[in-house]
């Protein structure tokens, strides 16, 4: 059974830092792209980052970039995503999937975590 399970949310302030992990089971994980997407309340999930569990390749989208940092280590078959200088916009549940493209298009994941919750107070 394929599993993708997240942890690590909680409350921080503006410019503090969080770490979260996605944990995978039943599957290869070097065989998939994961990656993490978030959703605030009334809008859209959107994508943040992804990794390539094979070759480490990662893709993150343009708000993130140089404050979030995605990796992976096959070892643990667990995605981190370390969000740092997080603002309050940054605020959402995250949700970690697999797929077999390197994008954050949300129509190419195919199995999702439960999602953790990220509050970053101003």
């Known amino acids: 059974e394929v599993q993708l399970v997240e942890s690590g949310g909680g409350l921080v302030q503006t410019g503090g830092s969080l770490r979260l992990s996605c944990a995978a089971s039943?599957?290869?994980?070097?065989?998939?792209?994961i990656g993490w997407f978030r959703q605030a309340p009334g809008k859209e999930r959107e994508g943040v980052a992804c990794?390539?569990?094979?070759?480490?390749?990662?893709s993150y989208t343009n708000s993130v970039k140089g404050r979030f940092t995605i990796s992976s280590d096959n070892a643990k078959n667990t995605v981190y995503l370390q969000m740092n200088s997080l603002k309050p916009e940054d605020t959402a549940v995250y949700y970690c999937?697999?797929?077999?493209?390197?994008?954050?298009?949300?129509?190419?994941?195919?199995?999702w975590g439960q999602g953790t919750q990220v509050t970053v107070s101003s």
């Open positions: 999937a697999r797929s077999r493209s390197l994008a954050v298009r949300k129509g190419d994941y195919d199995y």
């Open positions: 990794i390539s569990s094979s070759n480490g390749a990662t």
């Open positions: 039943g599957f290869t994980f070097e065989d998939y792209v």
